[in-house]
C-alpha cells in the first residue's frame, strides 16, 4: 500500500500545483512490526553488529516492477535477495519502499500474507518476481 502523504502527492502531482519528484533510489526494507497506512508505527529490523542486515537498492523503473495493467497494483519483476543472517532479524511481518538506502522514510509497504521468522544462520530471505505487491488503495 502507498502511505497516505504518498497518495496525496501522486493526486496533487497530478491534479493540483504540487511540483512533485518520485524518490530514488529506493530501498526495500523488513519490518517485524508493519507500517500504518500513514508509514509511521513500523519497526525495521535492527541488530547487533554483525546482524549483516542492510535494505536492498530496487530502483524505480519499468524492469523492476510490473505494468498496473489497469488492477491498480504493481509487483516487484526481478527476485529480491537480502544478506545471510548473521544474528536473529525476527519475525519478518512487512516489505517496505524506504525513500532512501538509510533513514528516509516509508513510501509504500506489503504487509505478508505469511509472517516469516529469520534466525542467525539461515538461508537468504528472497522475495521471487510478483511476490511483493504494491497497490494504490
Do not use: C, Q
Not at 10 to 35: D, G, M, N, Q
Amino acid at each position: 500500500m502507498i502511505t497516505d502523504t504518498n497518495r496525496n502527492n501522486i493526486i496533487s502531482h497530478l491534479l493540483r500545483s504540487l511540483v512533485w519528484s518520485k524518490p530514488t533510489p529506493f530501498a526495500v526494507a523488513l519490518f517485524t512490526t508493519t507500517p500504518a497506512a500513514d508509514g509511521t508505527g513500523g519497526v525495521e529490523v535492527v541488530g547487533p553488529t554483525p546482524s549483516n542486515y542492510s535494505r536492498i537498492t530496487y530502483g524505480a523503473n519499468d524492469s523492476n516492477w510490473s505494468d498496473p495493467d489497469g488492477y491498480g497494483y504493481t509487483t516487484n519483476s526481478n527476485t529480491i535477495t537480502f544478506n545471510d543472517p548473521e544474528d536473529d532479524w525476527g519475525t519478518i511481518t512487512a516489505v517496505a519502499l524506504m525513500t532512501a538506502s538509510t533513514g528516509g522514510n516509508v513510501f509504500a509497504f506489503y504487509e505478508l500474507p505469511n509472517a516469516k521468522t529469520v534466525n542467525n544462520g539461515d538461508d537468504p530471505l528472497v522475495f521471487a518476481p510478483g511476490s511483493i505487491i504494491l497497490t494504490v488503495s
